[in-house]
């Protein structure tokens, strides 16, 4: 209840992996949608991993209409992570002009009003 009346007041949430998985749909709703949500695990002595929250969208494989903003971020938090502040501040700027454009219409898998391909060409234009 508290991560979603007031997540600003967490920085870190150490869970195990069934109560993580909710919340982080929890904070995926919180920031906009499954569509723009980006995680990390970190391992800050070993490999770390990034993804979009919503995973691989299994069951739009092969239909291009799935939202790539949540995998492009998730990049960009991967690019920060590992000393590339300025080219992972980039592609986080050019997801805000692209979210801010009026061009896509939705974060909506199918509803986006463009393809993945054509979206991912979008925000990559802007980088």
Known sequence: MWFVKNPEW????VTD???GDIITDLGAMIQG???IAAGGNLNPEGTSMFEPIGGSAPKYT???VINPMAAIC???MMLEFI???EA????EAAVVKA?????IKSLAAGKMGLSTTEVGDFVAGLV
């Open 10 to 13: 967490f920085d870190v949430i």
């Open 17 to 19: 992996n069934m109560f």
């Open 33 to 35: 949608g499954m569509g």
């Open 62 to 64: 092969g239909k291009n």
């Open 74 to 76: 998730a990049g960009g």
């Open 83 to 85: 000393g590339e502040k």
């Open 88 to 91: 992972g501040k980039a592609v």
């Open 99 to 103: 979210l801010s454009s009026g061009k």
